[in-house]
């Protein structure tokens, strides 16, 4: 039994689960995921317990993930773990504006220290991470306390002000405040800043570094780099 | 973060009487109250809280059933009051995302055979 390997796709569920992800969605995303990596006889009989699953309470889908043996190597877990790292963060990031920055990665942040504690059972993964992120100049979102009053009153006053000055912006504004926040760049970055972590973004989902994750994840990968994409072309607009 | 409810003497978010009975009485530590009071009793800020609650129980109780409770990254950080969270069915179906509620089935149709869906008795 591959425990860490169950652990790792329950969280990159999680991790990818913002908000009510259906039975059927996880469920082909798991069985493409195993037609993937599994020789043909192995895929069909875990993909037919799979689609059973697809009908079972949640406690009992973990007990099934986690009895299943799934034979990726490390080198194949590692690439997964840093392309849903990435998705995760670009995702965390297009959403900053629908509320306040530090509050909605909190509980993205703790699925990745989990995924990193379960790929490396110390802190590689998310050292890798944060490494990456600080020679690329790209903001790491850390994890606020939100059981702290005091917490909370620290970030509210910014929070308003940031309303505020939003309201203020024309509609191109606000694009180009989505644009930069999805390459994870402040308001005043330069077009030179721009270039560098459009670059780094581009180094960790081009659709050719990610071969040899599943078809699904793949996807999920080439979708987040068109929206890194996207907003670096509309920036370079004058 | 703290486990407010746990601190509390409470269950989760469905769990409401423990929390306000504790305001009310003004029973448990003073700052754990305050806390309780002003993340809890604002719709926005509870909102966030309980989503991440949801998320770290479900980790800790994962991390619990295999095993992997002793790891220092996680235990040592600010995560500390969800280092050991037994695993608990009703508490899982409490946090996971799913969007309904599906049939039982057998436990024998796990084992990736031919065998029939039959729902619980």
């Given amino acids: 039994m591959d425990h860490t390997d169950a652990t790792l796709i329950v969280m990159l569920w999680v991790a990818r689960c913002d908000g009510p992800l259906s039975r059927h969605e996880f469920v082909e995303l798991l069985a493409s995921s195993l037609r993937a990596s599994h020789p043909a ?3 069909a009989r875990l993909e037919a317990c799979i689609r059973r699953m697809s009908t079972l309470q949640p406690e009992e889908l973990i007990d099934a993930l986690a009895s299943m043996t799934l034979d990726r190597s490390i080198e194949q877990r590692k690439a997964q773990l840093k392309s849903a790292v990435a998705m995760a963060m670009v995702d965390v990031r297009a959403g900053v504006l629908s509320g306040p920055a530090d ?26 991470l944060t490494e990456s992120c600080r020679k690329a100049g790209v903001r790491v979102p850390l994890a606020g ?94 | 973060m703290k486990d407010l409810y746990g601190r509390l003497g409470s269950r989760g978010p469905k769990d409401q009487a423990p929390v306000e009975r504790a305001l009310r009485e003004q029973s448990g530590d003073r700052q754990d109250l305050l806390d309780a009071a002003f993340v809890l009793s604002d719709p926005f800020r509870k909102q966030q809280y309980d989503d991440c ?64 869906m039959l729902p619980r008795a």
């Fill in chain 1, 41 to 43: 006889p192995t895929a």
């Fill in chain 1, 103 to 128: 509050v909605l990665p909190t509980a993205a942040v703790h699925v990745l220290r989990m995924l990193a504690d379960a790929l490396s059972g110390g802190g590689d993964g998310l050292a890798w």
């Fill in chain 1, 145 to 238: 306390d939100l059981s702290s009053a005091a917490w909370w009153m620290s970030i509210d006053a910014p929070i308003d002000a940031d309303r505020d000055r939003m309201r203020a912006y024309t509609q191109d504004e606000m694009q180009r405040v989505r644009d930069l926040a999805v390459l994870g760049l402040e308001l005043d970055a330069t077009s030179e800043q721009i270039e560098q972590t459009f670059r780094f973004w581009v180094r960790l989902l081009h659709p050719d570094t990610l071969r040899q994750l599943p078809p699904d994840i793949q996807t999920i990968a080439e979708r987040t780099y068109h929206r890194v994409q996207d907003a670096r072309r509309r920036l370079k607009k004058p």
């Fill in chain 2, 53 to 116: 609650w949801k998320t770290l129980v479900l980790v800790a109780m994962i991390r619990h059933r295999f095993g992997m409770t002793q790891t220092p990254l996680w235990c040592t950080q600010s995560a500390g009051d969800f280092a050991v969270v037994p695993w608990s069915p009703g508490l899982a179906a409490q946090c996971l995302p799913f969007d309904a509620e599906a049939p039982r089935l057998q436990k024998s149709s796990l084992d990736g055979g031919a065998g029939p």
